[in-house]
Nanobody, 114 residues
Framework: QVQLAESGGGSVQSGGSLRLSCRGS?????MGWFRQAIGKEREEIAI???????EYADSVKGRFTISRDRSKTTAYLQMNNLKPEDTAMYYCAAGPSCPPGAYWGRGTQVTVSS
């Protein structure tokens, strides 16, 4: 059973940075980050394939960077120039194909104040 554990959320002011981590177990071909703000639908924001190829939502392109460690079991999301509209619960997901959705973490809250 694949388990995912997120960490690194918190509260920052607008323009600040945070780095989220997602530690997984097992074979994780595709890993990604999603977010869901109150009253909004869940949004896929970044994915990274086993090859290292990445994809981003337009809303975070140029500000967020997704990466994986050498073991391919941990994914990171470096978030720079954060905006209040980035406030949401951030979830890590992984699976045997992209977009990932077979396995989910419990989420980590990110709050950006203006």
């Amino acid at each position: 059973q694949v388990q995912l554990a997120e960490s690194g959320g918190g509260s920052v002011q607008s323009g600040g940075s945070l780095r989220l981590s997602c530690r997984g177990s097992g074979y994780l071909w595709c890993m990604g980050w999603f977010r869901q703000a109150i009253g909004k639908e869940r949004e896929e924001i970044a994915i990274v394939k086993y090859s290292g190829r990445t994809e981003y939502a337009d809303s975070v392109k140029g500000r967020f960077t997704i990466s994986r460690d050498r073991s391919k079991t941990t994914a990171y999301l470096q978030m720079n120039n954060l905006k209040p509209e980035d406030t949401a619960m951030y979830y890590c997901a992984a699976g045997p194909s992209c977009p990932p959705g077979a396995y989910w973490g419990r989420g980590t809250q990110v709050t950006v104040s203006s």
